[in-house]
């Protein structure tokens, strides 16, 4: 479903990724490893074109997106992914409720009625209940990376890309987690990569795992 080749990615003299090569089977989860700082979240910010890759291809269903400029082809793509970020990402001026269905507005069809039982659905999945109308600042750390996760479910992307999804929750909550990253590739099919220091889930969750190491897997 997607084949990185040769990707390569520097931000001034540092060269972070230096010909990273990997396949992303449809259906299946790739769990990536690596030290701090060895360019796993620039990894699948590339992918999903956050950030323009130096070198290199990146092929989506044999298509390469490597260098799609349009809005409109961006839009298109980036509505196929979720993207759950290491440091969730937020919206402080929005309650819980409008974070979680934010990306329907702009990535779906869904009409305004079906948000409010949305939200409530994807924040139930994550084990947040009733928690709709509080604000970012009222939330602990671990809650707001499960708003951040409920937000990326809103939409039911094909595939997600996980950054640390675990980081900062307790074990119980840890557990829950990966139990519905693998619910979510068995049930819906959904392709995963997830970013993680976490041994135990990466073994428990993925079909292939990945490390990266002076810039290449
Ligand atoms: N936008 C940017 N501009 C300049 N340097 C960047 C940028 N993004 C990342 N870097 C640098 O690239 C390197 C890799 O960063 P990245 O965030 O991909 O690491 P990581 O493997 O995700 O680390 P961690 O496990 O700590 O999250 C770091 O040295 C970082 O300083
Ligand atoms: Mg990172």
């Known amino acids: 479903m997607i084949e990185i080749i040769d990707l390569k990615k520097h931000f001034g003299p540092k060269h972070i990724l230096r010909g990273v090569n990997l396949k992303i089977e449809e259906g299946k989860t790739l769990a990536v490893i690596g030290g701090s700082g060895t360019g796993k979240s620039t990894l699948i910010k590339c992918i999903i074109r956050l950030l323009e890759p130096d070198g290199g291809k990146i092929l989506f269903n044999n298509k390469d997106i490597t260098h799609i400029k349009k809005q409109m082809e961006l839009?298109?793509?980036?509505?196929?992914?979720?993207?759950?970020?290491?440091?969730?990402?937020?919206?402080?001026?929005?309650?819980?409720?409008?974070?979680?269905?934010?990306?329907?507005?702009?990535?779906?069809?869904?009409?305004?009625?079906?948000?409010?039982?949305?939200?409530?659905?994807?924040?139930?999945?994550?084990?947040?209940?009733?928690?709709?109308?509080?604000?970012?600042?009222?939330?602990?750390?671990?809650?707001?990376?499960?708003?951040?996760?409920?937000?990326?479910?809103?939409?039911?992307?094909?595939?997600?890309l996980y950054d640390e999804p675990t980081s900062g929750l307790d074990p119980i909550m840890s557990e829950i987690i990966n139990e519905l990253i693998i619910d979510l590739k068995n049930k819906l099919g959904v392709t995963s990569v997830v970013i993680t220091h976490d041994m135990k889930s990466a073994f428990e969750i993925s079909d292939n795992m990945a490390m990266l190491y002076e810039g290449k897997v």
């Open 75 to 160: 839009a298109k793509l980036r509505r196929s992914f979720g993207y759950l970020f290491q440091e969730g990402a937020l919206f402080d001026s929005l309650s819980v409720g409008e974070n979680v269905v934010f990306g329907l507005k702009y990535l779906t069809d869904t009409p305004k009625s079906e948000y409010a039982r949305i939200a409530k659905e994807k924040l139930a999945l994550v084990g947040l209940k009733g928690i709709e109308h509080l604000r970012p600042s009222e939330l602990s750390g671990g809650m707001k990376k499960r708003v951040s996760l409920a937000r990326v479910l809103a939409t039911e992307p094909k595939v997600i």
